[in-house]
């Protein structure tokens, strides 16, 4: 049954190339699209996710997207840790972190101000590729806790060059340091002030960009001790959503599941998520219409071979059978050139700028197939009908 069609599209081997490599293109398109506009911010959620912690606090009206700067005090992090829950601690560790946001890399990155000791809580598993990890920060965070004494605050005014240069330190990530050709010992200018790079760990991690928390602390808000939102490790993490609740009405705070950041994330994007989707959308109707452009076009091109095939006996089931056959043979064909076509883009998106992700997911590819030959077979549908309709002595006129 398939043999005619298939013959016909070996025997136009020129025409078949270009109309299935057409398709081809209409479908990459498709696929990178989707692809990438997803791609990036479940990159950015995977990442929140490999933080060794539970529950994230942020402040009660928060956008997670923009959130920046100073907003709780340190009072915060002994609130958090002194919670119970049915008599028993609830807490093991808050972990606060100072937001703000740097230009490196040719982006604008967001630098993860944190405490020297808790950046294995950041690492989890993924390992130091080059360098160190903030050992000026340590040494300054020691010196502040001599100058600071018995009291939450210390004089800014005390505090050295000497003291304060060595910690002026960053820790990037290996995607960043590919991105902006860094490497350990590399610095820098951000906040005024010259920063040095002191590690690259692996890609992965919940920033890009992480500093010493005192460091910034001191440089950005004269010390005082506040930070933009904890990260916040339980006791017993089965407990993670009544720990939330519970600390959330403690706290007067936003007190999220880690676990739901990508759906945060999501709803802070939530005008950007309906321009994507009307994009898409847009995206998959010009691809269709691409497609059933190409192959009403072939369709009409055999016109006067089923003329031919009509004067043999043909039926008209037969001929709408070829017809349709052969154009989902060219869709199929040409959905997997798209489908190579999008992997290949994939692959130069990635190397040519690396701080961008294309995650090519299963839907994607298959909304891919189900355009290719669905298109495919419904726009050979209507002219092949219409060509086995018509009178053979018209069709052998057709030009």
Same mark, same amino acid.
């Given at each position: ?20 490599? *057409?398709?081809?293109?209409?479908? &990459? ?32 009206? *928060?956008?997670?997207?923009?959130? +920046? ?21 609830? /807490? ?57 004494? &018995? ?49 690259? /760990? ?52 936003? /007190? ?77 064909? +040409? ?44 726009? &050979?549908?209507?002219? +092949? ?15």
């Amino acid at each position: 049954m398939i043999s005619l069609p298939l013959a016909n599209i070996l025997h136009h081997k020129l025409r078949s190339t270009l109309c299935a490599s *057409a398709v081809g293109v209409g479908i &990459a398109m498709l696929i990178v699209q989707l692809s990438l506009s997803h791609g990036m911010l479940q990159e950015v959620a995977n990442r929140m996710q490999s933080v060794d912690a539970e529950l994230i606090v942020l402040p009660k009206h *928060a956008n997670v997207i923009f959130q +920046g700067g100073a907003i709780f005090s340190d009072g915060y992090v002994e609130h958090l840790e002194s919670a119970t829950l049915d008599g028993r601690r609830l /807490v093991a560790q808050a972990i606060p972190v100072f937001l703000e946001t740097v230009p490196l890399g040719g982006q604008q990155q967001r630098v993860f101000g944190i405490d020297p000791e808790h950046m294995a809580a950041f690492l989890a598993s993924r390992k130091l590729c080059a360098g160190d990890l903030f050992r000026g920060g340590a040494a300054f965070k020691r010196e502040l806790d001599t100058l600071r004494g &018995a009291r939450r605050r210390y004089d800014p005014e005390r505090v050295t060059e000497e003291m304060l240069a060595p910690a002026c330190e960053l820790v990037i990530d290996s995607r960043l340091a590919r991105a902006g050709k860094y490497a350990v010992g590399d610095t820098t200018t951000l906040f005024g002030r010259d920063f040095t790079i002191v590690g690259i /760990v692996e890609a992965g991690v919940a920033g890009r960009v992480f500093a010493p928390l005192q460091t910034l602390r001191h440089i950005l808000n004269g010390g005082v001790p506040w930070s933009s939102m904890f990260f916040v490790k339980l006791v017993d993490p089965e407990q993670a959503e009544r720990a939330a609740d519970l600390l959330s009405s403690l706290t007067g705070a936003k /007190v999220e599941l880690k676990s739901r950041y990508g759906h945060m994330l999501k709803k802070s994007f939530t005008q950007v998520y309906l321009y994507l989707n009307a994009a898409s959308a847009t995206a998959l109707v010009v691809c269709f219409l691409f497609i059933m452009m190409t192959m009403y076009t072939l369709v009409l091109e055999q016109t006067r071979d089923i003329g031919i095939l009509k004067s043999l006996g043909a039926s008209k089931r037969r001929l709408v059978f070829n017809t349709v056959a052969e154009s989902v043979m060219l869709c199929f064909a +040409g959905t997997l050139i798209g489908v190579a076509l999008s992997f290949l883009a994939k692959a130069l998106i990635e190397a040519l700028l690396p701080l961008n992700t294309v995650t090519i997911e299963w839907r994607w590819l298959g909304l891919a197939v189900l355009v290719g030959i669905g298109g495919g077979a419904l726009s &050979a549908a209507f002219p +092949g009908y219409r060509a086995a309709r018509l009178d053979p002595a018209a069709a052998l006129s057709y030009e």
